[in-house]
């Protein structure tokens, strides 16, 4: 398949990671050019809206019992 460029969604999630968790109330992200790309390509991937977020997460039929139970059949346990 070869190499891609970073999703602008992924570039931006890294990038506000930056910093220390708890402890930094700002971070730097440093976006360094490789042979594969130029300034041109970096500028698009920061600059690309964004695509929307598509949820995975799947409910099953024993999550729904598993939480029903450790509740003691209320189902407030999952708010």
Do not use: H
């Amino acid at each position: 398949k070869g190499l891609e460029a970073l999703a602008t969604m992924n570039m931006l999630q890294m990038a506000g990671r930056a910093g220390r968790r708890g402890m930094d109330t700002s971070g730097n992200c440093v976006v360094v050019m490789t042979p594969f790309e130029g300034e041109n390509e970096a500028a698009t991937i920061l600059t690309n809206e964004i695509e929307p977020i598509v949820s995975q997460f799947s409910p099953s039929y024993s999550l729904t019992v598993n939480l029903i139970s450790r509740g003691a059949g209320q189902l407030r346990v999952a708010r």
